[in-house]
């Protein structure tokens, strides 16, 4: 009987070191994916989730996600891996930022992998995904990035403050403006803005159908109209009916507390405003204002890029889940549980965005702003460029420089620039 027994274990225990040996081999065949992204908190959460999905439904694949904190912590450290040649596979990046990363040879091109093989996208793959989000994604008539983490302008509207001084909701700028001194009396600000307004500026020069640079390299920042869009948010500054985060920079907090009627700011910041406002906070979320009479909205969050030095396989597995993210379910479910939008309009209709709709009705405001959003343009410079704009933004809130100096500076700046990087 104990021989028996002997025997037994033993049998268990080759039958246990065969399966580990099979196990290590199977690990050590994985193809393994790294990917750097700026997601944290809930964010993160959702994404480690879509990522667990994707391993278990491609087992030949590893993807491993890592955050760098914050978006220019990934952007610094993505430059430096560039230089020390330990770029990861992939990694979440603003669009703007393409045109310099494709200069330094950071890029995979994308073409190959949409046009060709298994998981090439369909001529109904490119039309069910917003022309908005493709177009921002091609570059010199190339794909180097494909959308996911995108978020748009809203604003956020105090429905307590509405009824408390008899109010109608505005839906334009000059409407905003003619409440203002009502809403002044009471010491509450009409509008609160994050600690740059260079997004809201944007949008108000962009309804004047100007754009601050153009597709060509002209510069418009110090033109008629770029000042008088600038203008509508520093004069209402400057008469203490608009109000910046500051060293807050989101004006989250400021409209929970009661300090402004409206809030314009980002959609994925919805999630901040559902987790954080008290239960007796009323509140909801429209379409950003219009302006003489256009509606628009601008496209910010990020793309995933693949990155160059990646081998063929890894390639492979890097576009395969860059598709996994952008496909119907997932983008849908990933819209659901962080209120960045969907990319593709099918998304929209699938059955948990639309619960989580009806569960979260101001979240609306972002799904139907997607037919009337732009994004701005990317050339050779945009980076050192958006860091001049944030300063010239800077110098007119805090120091009460003039539009018109502000950007006449910025206008000789964004010339060098686009000349320098010629």
């Not at 109000?243 to 009661?258: E, L, M, R, W």
């Not at 889940?321 to 962080?338: D, G, I, N, P």
């Not at 460029?385 to 964004?414: C, H, I, R």
């Amino acid at each position: 009987m104990k021989k028996k027994l002997v025997v037994s274990l033993f049998l268990i225990f080759l039958l246990g070191m065969s399966s580990t040996k099979v196990a290590a081999k199977s690990n050590a065949e994985l193809v393994k994916i790294t990917f750097w992204h700026a997601m944290n908190g809930p964010y993160k959460a959702a994404l480690d989730n879509i990522i667990t999905d994707f391993n278990e439904s491609h087992p030949e694949y590893q993807v491993e996600g890592t955050s760098q904190g914050s978006y220019s912590a990934l952007q610094q450290k993505l430059t430096a891996a560039a230089k020390a040649k330990t770029m990861p596979t992939i990694a979440q990046t603003v669009y703007t930022s393409v045109p310099d990363f494709q200069s330094a040879r950071m890029l995979q091109q994308l073409d190959p992998y949409m046009n060709h093989g298994k998981n090439a996208l369909t001529k109904k793959d490119r039309k069910d995904i917003y022309p908005v989000f493709m177009d921002s994604s091609k570059y010199q008539g190339h794909y180097y990035s494909m959308p996911f983490s995108k978020s748009l302008r809203v604003m956020y509207v105090n429905q307590d403050l509405l009824k408390k001084y008899h109010l109608k909701q505005p839906t334009s700028w000059e409407a905003m403006q003619k409440i203002s001194k009502k809403l002044k009396k009471h010491d509450i600000y009409t509008v609160g803005l994050d600690k740059s307004f260079d997004i809201e500026y944007d949008m108000l020069i962009h309804q004047l159908g100007v754009r601050q640079i153009t597709k060509k390299g002209k510069v418009n920042i110090d033109s008629k109209a770029s000042l008088q869009a600038a203008h509508v948010i520093t004069d209402m500054l400057k008469a203490g009916t608009a109000k910046t985060a500051g060293a807050d920079k989101y004006f989250t907090n400021g409209f929970i507390q009661g300090k402004a009627l409206l809030y314009i700011g980002s959609s994925a910041g919805m999630t901040q405003i559902q987790q954080q406002a008290p239960k007796d906070f009323h509140w909801t979320a429209v379409p950003v204002p219009s302006y003489h009479g256009k509606q628009t909205t601008e496209v910010a969050g990020n793309d995933l890029v693949m990155l160059s030095g990646a081998k063929k396989q890894q390639q492979k597995g890097a576009w395969a889940f860059m598709k996994y993210l952008t496909s119907r379910q997932v983008t849908a479910k990933w819209a659901a549980e962080t209120n960045y939008v969907p990319v593709r309009r099918s998304a929209v209709k699938e059955k948990v965005y639309q619960n989580y709709l009806k569960k979260n009705p101001e979240a609306k405001a972002a799904a139907e702003s997607l037919p009337n959003a732009f994004t701005g343009v990317a050339f050779k410079g945009s980076n050192e460029y958006q860091l001049e704009m944030w300063n010239a933004v800077d110098s007119m809130v805090t120091k009460g420089t003039s539009p018109e100096k502000a950007f006449k500076k910025l206008a000789k700046q964004a010339k060098t620039i686009i000349a320098d990087h010629q």
